[in-house]
């Protein structure tokens, strides 16, 4: 993405202590990072976290996808350009580029937000909120050519009448907890990726991630997971309560990695 007015830059350097087997970052800090993109270009935008909370607002992530050919290695710097794509009906639109110090590509990203009540989480409609700034910034160019997509959720039952048992329990401890009380989503990718593991997919040869969110975990909550799929690529899927919908994964694989 070419330098223009609207695309805002974050400087990232992968820390060892975000980095795994191999030396590569997690996904799901590089996920973080995105977001914290995504909120540096909501600032410039003036629709900061900041100025949202004064009004008792919050930004919500609906859907991610993010592809790459390779995720950044320890020690190096890279750098993650983003922009706003638009508004459709309540949705906001935010996709992204991830650079390495060369400038080369090795990374893209898009995803689709919403404004909503601090409280209630209910949608906020901006241009019913006079105190709001109109926001003109939107770019026409998407990375993949398309809006973030909406991946099918299976009911729990339709989930155990192929696999009778979670691959993984995964519990809402202090440490998964962000600001909010509430397990931050980039940990579900986290998540994702320990329930692959344990299933014994090589999650090196994962090369795309498209994550939709539905529910929250709240300190406590234990979150079960499942596991479709083959080496073409798997689906995985949190439920909570039994039969509560938290999110689904689909993993794209590339075996020449």
């Known amino acids: 993405m070419e ?81 706003f794509t638009g508004l459709e009906k309540i949705s906001y639109g935010r996709d ?45 160019f998407k990375i993949f050519k398309e809006n973030c997509p909406k991946l099918d959720f299976p ?4 989930i155990s009448s192929m696999t009778d048992k979670p691959v993984i329990l995964k519990y809402a401890d202090f440490s998964e907890l962000d600001r909010n009380r509430h397990v931050n989503n980039s940990r579900y990718t986290a998540w994702v990726y320990d329930a692959l593991f344990k299933a014994g997919v090589d999650v090196s040869k994962v090369n795309e991630i498209t994550i939709n969110y539905n529910n929250e975990v709240k300190a406590g909550e234990k979150v079960e997971l499942f596991i479709t799929g083959n080496n073409e690529g798997y689906c995985v899927y949190g439920y909570k309560n039994t039969d509560v919908k938290v999110f689904a994964a689909a993993l794209g694989m590339d075996h020449s990695l």
């Not at 400038?103 to 105190?131: F, Y």
């Open 3 to 83: 330098d223009r007015e609207g695309v805002v830059s974050l400087n990232v350097a992968a820390k060892a202590t975000e980095c795994g087997i191999g030396d590569k970052m997690f996904a799901s800090v590089l996920i973080g990072d995105l977001q914290e993109a995504a909120e540096k270009g909501s600032h410039k935008n003036g629709y900061g976290t900041d100025f949202l909370r004064e009004h008792n607002i919050c930004w919500i992530i609906l859907r991610m996808r993010l592809r790459f050919t390779r995720l950044p290695s320890w020690h190096e710097d890279i750098t993650i350009k983003t922009w």
């Open 96 to 140: 992204f580029e991830i650079l390495d110090s060369n400038g080369d590509q090795i990374g893209i990203a898009t995803s689709t937000w919403i404004l909503a009540d601090w409280n209630t989480h209910r949608p906020v409609i901006a241009r019913k909120r006079p105190e709001l700034p109109e926001d003109r910034s939107a770019i026409d």
């Open 155 to 158: 009911d729990r039952d339709a």
